[in-house]
């Protein structure tokens, strides 16, 4: 074998995909077809989850100082995310380029095999491992490895070659976006609907302005290659009455509303995560955000059934827990194209659901849908916070070398294990999960600080998978703690 884990695609899915196996232990190589780093930025800002994700593996320290901010939308529709965060608001102007950067550079500190300038260009399963052939400047060999994963974007060579269905619908409108250097425009960073369509202006710092700009009606064209930026520069005129023709433009390109999923995650060795299972317009950046949460699903499962700590249909979870997330993402940037491309007619709707939002419900619905933070997994019921993200809780640790040190349920994730948290120092709780000590941190600690716990009032152990999802509660499931355990680590030594 070459690795336990190849991973076609260098972008966010990608590199997350590739440090969580890391983390893990588990080698994998990672085929990007593009030389280096190009520096574009298709994607721009991150989601509240993604900023708990990354703050759980300790990675938000890398990005620097990041503006943050509680404000998003749907639509255009203004949506306040801070009833449902407890630490991180929206980063908005961070550049995709820069998540990559810090993305690749953690997976190589954890000993990723990054290669670039290869291109994939075929697979074979021989259901006890999978041949990739893959083509760069010296020529074309074969790499050889247990599992493939495709995160190689919305026209995946690995999906087409695996053949997956991918059905859906197909673009009915083009848009643009650019990153202009040389001109000043007021930011308008929620889509903001004018007559004809919609625009958006975001400072990216440095003299750059990033704009996106819809116009109602412009159908799709077949490009070879990016816009020219006179159109660009034409419609944002036609819709703002703004002349930015003198702008200097970094980078140009075109997209469109085509919304498509494919029908199963998983093909036998062959997986998918971010664009290359599902396509949608990339209102509020969920696309790369949604990419890179499905990576981190997916991650310590894979990693735990490589390394023959867990059965094969682990695996099957991550469809299905997945694919449910990718079609609520299709049915709400589908609502969101309507509301910020539809004509006149659109207008009642628009106006009935500004005055739903007055009501807290449906504000907070909203902008879990927006934020990527209503997610909740088949975790059994009993509690309201079964597979539901964990929230992040200040914790002193009770015993051991370093009593009362202070951590957090979020620092206790940095390690990419699962944690069985003991807030009632229960020494019989702690002896029914010794034969998992090898896949899950016990960790027995109290909670202090403000004093919020988020729906933790009266918990006296939680048991908190990798991806930061509650996985069991007590008193609350209904299943034991072994039942749980096995379930989402195996069976105990």
């Known amino acids: 074998m070459d690795a336990s884990v190849i991973i076609v695609g260098a972008g966010p899915a990608g590199l997350m995909l590739a440090g969580e196996l890391r983390l893990a232990g588990v080698g994998v190589v990672v085929l990007e077809r593009l030389p280096g780093r190009t520096g574009e930025s298709r994607g721009i800002g991150l989601a509240p989850r993604t900023m708990e994700v990354f703050d759980q593996r300790g990675l938000l320290a890398r990005f620097g100082d990041v503006e943050t901010s509680e404000q998003g939308h749907f639509g255009g529709i203004p949506v306040d995310f801070g009833p449902l965060i407890a630490v991180h608001g929206a980063a908005r102007t961070v550049p995709q380029s820069v998540t990559e950067s810090v993305l690749e550079d953690w997976a190589r500190d954890l000993g990723a095999d990054i290669r670039r300038g290869q291109e994939f260009v075929s697979l074979t399963d021989h259901g006890d491992a999978i041949e990739a052939r893959v083509r760069g400047s010296a020529g074309e060999r074969t790499l050889r490895a ?79 290659g990016p816009p020219d930026f006179g159109e660009v520069a034409d419609a944002w005129k036609r819709l703002t009455g703004i002349d930015i023709s003198h702008a200097e433009p970094l980078w140009v390109s075109a997209f469109g509303d085509a919304a498509r999923q494919v029908t199963e995650y998983r093909r036998g060795r062959v997986l998918l995560a971010g664009d290359a299972a599902h396509i949608h317009l990339p ?48 049915a709400n940037t589908r609502a969101q194209s309507l509301l910020l491309l539809g004509g006149d007619e659109v207008q009642p709707l628009r106006d009935v659901l500004g005055e739903l939002t007055r009501y807290e419900d449906v504000a907070r619905h909203l902008a879990g849908k927006a934020g990527g933070l209503d997610i909740r997994y088949d975790a059994g019921s009993g509690h309201p916070l079964l597979g539901t993200r964990m929230p992040h809780l200040e914790l002193r640790r009770a015993g051991g070398a370093r009593p009362d040190r202070p951590t957090s349920s979020t620092e206790l994730l940095r390690a990419g294990r699962g944690v069985l948290l003991d807030l009632a120092d229960n020494p019989h709780l702690r002896r029914r999960a010794d034969g998992w000590t090898d896949r899950i941190d016990l960790v027995t600690a109290a909670p202090h600080g403000p004093g919020l716990r988020h729906g933790l009032e009266g918990a006296a152990a939680v048991l908190v998978r990798p991806d930061g999802h509650v996985a069991w509660i007590a008193p609350g499931s209904r299943h034991d703690l072994p039942m749980a355990l096995e379930r989402w680590f195996g069976p105990g030594r």
């Open 283 to 330: 209102a509020g950046g969920q696309g790369m955000n949604t990419g890179i949460q499905d990576a981190v699903n997916l991650g310590w499962k894979l990693a735990a059934v490589v390394r023959g700590t867990a059965p094969e249909a682990l695996l099957d979870t991550y469809h299905g827990e997945r694919h449910e997330i990718g079609r609520r993402l299709l």
């Open 146 to 224: 247990r599992y493939l994963v495709g995160c190689d974007g919305g026209r995946s060579v690995v999906r087409k070659d695996a053949g997956f269905d991918f059905p859906g619908t197909p673009a009915t409108t083009e848009m643009f976006l650019a990153d202009l250097r040389g001109v000043d425009l007021e930011p308008r960073m929620v889509a903001d609907r004018v007559s004809g369509g919609m625009v958006m202006a975001n400072r990216l710092g440095e003299g750059i302005v990033r704009i996106v700009v819809g116009e109602r009606g412009a159908p799709p064209q077949r490009r070879t």
